[in-house]
Nanobody
Framework: QVQLVESGGGSVQSGGSLRLSCAAS????????MGWFRQAPGKEREGVAA???????NYGDSVKGRFTISQDNAKTIMYLQMNSLEPEDTAMYYC??????????????????WGKGTQVTVSS
């Protein structure tokens, strides 16, 4: 059974940094897509960044140049380094995955597995 567990959220001031982690377990597929999404109260879930088994990455327009997605060598942990955080980045951040195919998708419906989320709060 696939499990995704996020960690690393917290409260920071505007301009600060955080690094989120997503630990994945329970899969054996060599081809996959993984992504970070966020959802603020009253807003739709938004694609933040994605990475796949081929090493390709993709970013949402609002985070380009500030956030970096990566994975460890074993490809079991995905990271999201968030720099120059702004109050508009405040949201619940979710890790998502899909297996058997690669691709860097930023659309929530493309993903089959989701973590429970980690809260990021940025104060001005």
């Amino acid at each position: 059974q696939v499990q995704l567990v996020e960690s690393g959220g917290g409260s920071v001031q505007s301009g600060g940094s955080l690094r989120l982690s997503c630990a994945a377990s329970g899969y054996t597929y060599s081809r996959y897509s993984m992504g970070w999404f966020r959802q603020a109260p009253g807003k739709e879930r938004e694609g933040v960044a994605a990475i796949d088994s081929d090493g390709r990455t993709n970013y949402g327009d609002s985070v380009k140049g500030r956030f970096t997605i990566s994975q460890d060598n074993a490809k079991t942990i995905m990271y999201l380094q968030m720099n120059s955080l702004e109050p508009e980045d405040t949201a619940m951040y979710y890790c998502a995955a899909r297996y058997t195919t690669s691709g860097v998708f930023l659309l929530p419906y493309m993903y089959s597995y989701w973590g429970k989320g980690t809260q990021v709060t940025v104060s001005s």
